[in-house]
């Protein structure tokens, strides 16, 4: 569960889901309150926005939907981007965003839906990710089928949902451009308004992220001056997610970056944490050595992302259409390199995966402005209806940013799925596919005995340790030898260990790396060997309640292993310490 602000928000993880509510109330009894940002005789002749400018409906605007794929705050990449700060947050809006579900087919399911992970039932990247269930019945009602009802030309370029097979173009999309399968810079397929067309390995033809610019270019030069039909369109790039593959321009930049080791990098082992926290100790150094090339490239790819938000923008500019278009910027949810040991990743409930970068730029949109207010993914869908000046399906769980940016009301945000939280479940032929991860997510032990570590346990020097240090390879039959240290300041003369044994254990997600995986330099040093890494769990399942407000900013989360956890980031910004043992009576009456 997770809370914002005096209103709660709800976290539930078999996929680490997010959900809003307006109060607490409504948390509970899973009932959502009618949009009322706006009065009724006001939303059927304008749209008000806080600056006191009025857009009316006669002159709709046109909508641009930013998305990146595992895009951080909490790291630094904005920083690696200043076209995109420049052109859109400080030319705009800056919110505090959420993701409900920080993993991506279910956080992206909630962007163009407006639903709930617990509403749509996509939980995870597996099989009910494009299922059945979301083909007949939430596909059906996205964005983009709203946006074809107003009257709008409606186009989608780049990533779609991770499980998407490219057998059939989604209903909503005019031109549909769409990435088969997972995210991928070359060599991929794109379903082309029903077309498979494979893409290659050359830079200057078949590099994803340009190519989902210049065919958003392609389009609004096609229909940006049309009057009278607005256009609805979504670029949805695949940075800086792996396999992280940067512009040839781009692989020398940020040689020294280190942004990303905030005071939560490496803090490690850490018992007052989760199972797979209390049993993850600090990075051996190749994993250090991993993080800091990762993150490297990361930032790298996401040059020609901050490129392209420039060249859309001066388009629209050119066009004479800047003015009347909206821009949201987004991502599915964050990541973490090494924070509290786990050395890549997103699904944890802590700010590092769950904020994400969220600007709006637009029609009356205020300048270089932040409002300290929670949004989160499931409000974009009806945002976008509102600004395209739809009526908002009751079906959807998010509200409308507008409203909150011109009145910068109280919102609050709920996390949590399986039907506890936010709207009931919708009674269908479909409602009960279940996937193996929610089915076994109970399971706490992994390993019989329930004794499964990795990394580096010091008994001697932290007390912040577990008795057991045994170490882990990520396979059964792990090696428990004492692996030397290793120079930090010295690796390229260092040899690592390597290991050919296989990189799984049941019910975790675990995953190798070694010299063939990045195709595109900068590259991982061949003397630096493979390693595995476990970055997840089943048992890692949790409802967590944030809370972010004037007075209060708190983390309360609770595990299928009901394991309890509580963190006050007014004290405890990087989460560190879990307080739960010191809960005041004054805590437990605002939580409950």
């Not at 009931?424 to 193996?436: C, G, K, M, Q, V």
């Not at 991860?437 to 032990?445: P, Q, R």
């Not at 493979?530 to 944030?546: A, D, G, I, V």
Request: hydrophobic fraction near 30%; charge should be neutral; proline fraction near 6%.
């Amino acid at each position: 569960m997770m809370m914002i602000g005096m209103e709660r928000v709800f976290l539930d993880s078999p996929s680490s889901i997010f959900h809003w509510c307006k109060h607490i109330h409504y948390c509970l009894t899973g009932r959502i309150p009618p949009h009322k940002y706006l009065k009724k005789d006001k939303r059927k002749r304008l749209t008000e926005i806080s600056s006191g400018m009025i857009v009316r409906k006669q002159s709709r605007p046109n909508v641009i939907l930013i998305i990146t794929d595992d895009q951080d705050i909490e790291l630094g990449s904005l920083a690696a981007m200043p076209r995109t700060v420049r052109l859109l947050k400080e030319r705009g809006v800056s919110l505090f965003g959420y993701s409900t579900t920080p993993i991506c087919c279910p956080s992206r399911s909630s962007i163009l839906t407006g639903l709930y992970a617990h509403n749509h039932n996509v939980h995870t990247n597996n099989n009910n990710c494009s299922g059945p269930e979301w083909r007949f019945v939430h596909e059906q009602r996205t964005i983009g089928v709203y946006g074809q009802k107003e009257g709008y030309s409606t186009a989608y370029y780049g990533k779609y949902l991770n499980e998407y097979d490219g057998s059939y173009v989604p209903p909503g999309w005019d031109d549909w451009h769409g990435l088969i399968h997972n995210s991928r810079f070359y060599n991929y397929t794109l379903n082309v308004n029903g077309d498979k067309r494979k893409f290659g390995f050359e830079y200057e033809k078949d590099y994803l992220t340009d190519v989902v610019t210049n065919r958003s270019i392609e389009f609004i030069d096609r229909v940006a001056t049309r009057k009278g039909r607005p256009f609805l369109l979504v670029l949805s790039y695949p940075a800086p997610h792996g396999p992280e593959d940067a512009a040839p321009q781009y692989t020398d930049s940020f040689l020294d970056i280190d942004s990303h080791r905030t005071p939560a990098w490496n803090y490690a082992p850490n018992p007052d944490k989760q199972w797979l926290l209390q049993r993850t100790g600090k990075m051996e150094p190749v994993h250090v050595a991993f993080t800091d090339l990762l993150h490297r490239r990361r930032l790298q790819t996401l040059q020609s992302v901050d490129e392209g938000v420039e060249r859309i923008i001066q388009l629209l500019r050119d066009k004479s259409v800047l003015s009347s278009t909206y821009l949201i910027f987004t991502s599915d949810h964050g990541y973490h390199l090494g924070q509290f040991g786990l050395i890549k990743g997103k699904n944890m409930p802590y700010e590092f995966d769950i904020r994400v970068p969220f600007f709006i730029r637009g029609p009356g949109i205020q300048k270089n402005t932040t409002i300290r207010k929670p949004v989160a993914n499931i409000d974009i869908a009806p945002t976008i209806v509102d600004m395209m000046g739809g009526k908002i399906p009751e079906k959807m769980d998010g509200r409308s940013m507008l409203g909150l940016i011109s009145e910068e009301r109280d919102l609050s945000m709920c996390m949590g799925d399986n039907g506890l939280v936010g709207k009931e479940n919708e009674t269908h032929e479909y409602s009960d596919l279940l996937d193996e991860f929610i089915l076994i997510a109970h399971t706490e032990n992994v390993k019989e005995g329930n004794e499964w570590f990795q990394g580096t346990f010091d008994i001697q020097s932290s007390v912040r340790t577990k008795r057991n240090t045994r170490r882990c390879n990520c396979d059964q039959q792990a090696d428990n030898s004492i692996i030397p240290s290793y120079d930090l300041y010295n690796l390229e003369s260092t040899p690592f260990p390597y290991s050919k044994r296989s990189c799984t254990l049941p019910q975790m997600s675990c995953f190798s790396h070694g010299a063939s995986h990045w195709r595109t330099p900068p590259f991982w040093p061949v003397e630096y060997g493979q390693f595995c890494f476990c970055q997840n769990s089943n048992n890692n399942t949790y409802w967590c309640l944030r809370t972010l407000n004037d007075t209060h900013n708190f983390l309360y989360c609770e595990f299928v292993t009901e394991f309890i956890s509580y963190y006050d980031l007014n004290f405890d910004p990087f989460q560190t310490y879990s307080g739960t043992v010191e809960c005041t009576i004054d805590t437990s009456q605002i939580l409950f």
